[in-house]
């Protein structure tokens, strides 16, 4: 076990575990939107900065990638971590004026406006990419990424349209930290909305009760990955022996 401080309790944490990792197993607050123990730590939101000194060197990490080691102080409220974490926070609340969730993370910082221009009313989308490494890393597609740069920079699938990839599993929808991504499902049509486009996916029908249970897409994935033969998906989760 590693032994390191956290502001200034003295704590103990396994190797490989990042000063976040750490934080939360010992109930130590640090926030942050953009960590999913379903993917890798990615460092996007920067709300988890952390102020770190390892021998004389002091600096400023972000605590979801900066891995524990043995005698290092970390400290979570500093002035500098406060104001770092304001002003992303700031910079977010104008990006997305109208998330609930960001609105309340911000106030929870003593935050009610931003001093930048606000953008699109409707936009919720903080850019954590949860959505694309659950895609990539969790279902194994890669269907959408993040493209453009600066404040063009959106979540979206190949051109804004090409859905061949996207077996419309919603494992985006139910990751995104602030409902940016929609899905509804009505019939044999699941439609999934994200920041730059919707699309509408066929479900497949149980043989049984007749109730649309999933995206027919996901269906054929699922036979693709497993070898079992189709009729094995036939029927849905109530149905099933």
């Known amino acids: 076990m590693i032994t390191l401080k956290i502001d ?3 704590i103990n944490a396994e ?3 990042t000063v976040l990792e750490a934080a939360r197993e010992n109930n130590i607050y640090i926030p942050t939107l953009c960590v ?3 993917v890798a730590a990615y460092g996007a939101c920067r709300l988890c900065m952390v102020e770190v000194t390892r021998g004389n060197r002091k600096r400023l990490v972000a605590s979801c990638l900066y891995e524990v080691a043995e005698g290092l102080v970390v400290e979570t409220r500093t002035e500098r971590v406060v104001n770092i ?3 992303v926070m700031e910079l977010l609340l104008a990006r997305c004026p109208n998330s609930s969730e960001v609105i309340e993370m911000a106030r929870s910082m003593g935050i009610d406006s931003s001093r930048f221009q606000s953008e699109e009313d409707d936009n919720s989308c903080v850019l954590c990419a949860l959505c694309t490494r659950v895609c990539r890393e969790v279902v194994g597609k890669s269907a959408i990424s993040l493209v453009g ?4 920079r959106k979540v979206a699938l190949p051109f804004c349209e090409d859905t061949d990839a996207c077996i419309a599993c919603g494992s985006c929808v139910y990751v995104c930290p602030t409902g940016a991504i929609k899905m509804e499902d009505n019939g044999d049509v699941r439609r999934i909305t994200w920041p730059s486009s919707t699309h509408e996916f066929k479900m497949k029908k149980c043989a ?3 109730s649309y249970f999933a995206p027919e897409k996901q269906i054929s994935f699922m036979i693709q990955k497993t070898g079992l033969e189709a009729e094995k998906f ?3 989760m109530n149905c099933r022996p």
Request: aromatic letters at 0%.
């Open 8 to 10: 200034g309790r003295e």
């Open 15 to 17: 190797p490989g575990k």
């Open 149 to 152: 740069r600066g404040t063009n």
């Open 234 to 236: 036939d029927l849905c």
């Open 85 to 87: 974490r304001r002003l």
């Open 36 to 38: 999913n123990e379903a």
């Open 208 to 210: 049984s009760c007749g």
